[in-house]
């Protein structure tokens, strides 16, 4: 069965540093989703992203945040200059053509900001 | 306002027995999809079960029907014959289905379940 891969599962990084989170949607997906999730707190929408562009975003989305479709099979989410308060679950989704449908998460990068 | 209720913080239940799990919503939008989501102590999202605004029946996949009544604007979850693998966090989300394509989904609080021997 087709399911949506996030690498790595676990990233450390010191605060100031660029992460760059990787997903591999499903392959005939074409709605792409980043959600965070502190820990123990509800999941939280950051951005969605359709025909290589970003159709929404949320408040949490700023500056420091950009997604990319490299090459028409990762979908990244880059932060520029992480912060301690960075540090979460980090979920990709993905969701079918037509009008969206469910979406498929992935199992989560865990990003730790020390 | 909150899109998404759920004000169960913790719920328990005895196993075998039937369980809802509450939630409420919030839209002004005549299409939505409601959804509920499991979450294990390993962390992943795992889909249960989607009701669209227009759907007449409640959805239902096997153990896990969704109670929906929309002039309530409730979406609550049904777990009938709980077993000790229910145990998790449990999330109700929304998504408002715009004219846009790839809306976001809101997502209540959860809801931690825990099932008793």
């Known amino acids: 069965e087709p399911e949506v891969t996030q690498t790595p599962s676990h990233q450390v990084t010191q605060m100031g540093q660029e992460v760059i989170l990787r997903c591999v949607p499903i392959?005939?997906?074409?709605?792409f989703y980043w959600y965070r999730q502190i820990l123990g707190q509800k999941v939280e929408f950051l951005v969605s992203f359709y025909n290589n562009e970003i159709s929404e975003k949320s408040e949490i989305f700023d500056d420091q945040f950009s997604v990319e479709r490299p090459d028409g099979s990762n979908f990244t989410l880059k932060i520029r200059s992480t912060k301690l308060e960075d540090s979460a679950m980090y979920f990709c989704a993905s969701s079918g053509p037509g009008v969206p449908g469910e979406q498929f998460f992935g199992p989560g990068t865990r990003l730790t900001v020390l | 306002a909150q899109k998404i209720t759920q004000t169960q913080p913790g719920m328990f239940v005895q196993e075998k027995e039937a369980v809802t799990l509450d939630c409420t919503y919030d839209t002004s939008d005549q299409s939505y999809g409601l959804f509920w989501y499991k979450q294990p102590s390993s962390g992943e999202m795992i889909f249960l079960i989607y009701q669209g605004s227009y759907d007449e029946q409640n959805a239902t996949e096997g153990r896990y029907s969704l109670n929906f009544q929309k002039a309530r604007k409730s979406a609550n979850l049904v777990i009938s014959a709980s077993q000790l693998g229910d145990s998790a966090m449990y999330f109700c989300a929304m998504r408002e289905e715009q004219l846009s394509t790839g809306n976001q989904f809101y997502f209540g609080t959860g809801t931690s379940l825990t099932v008793i021997p």
């Open positions: 392959s005939n997906h074409l709605y």
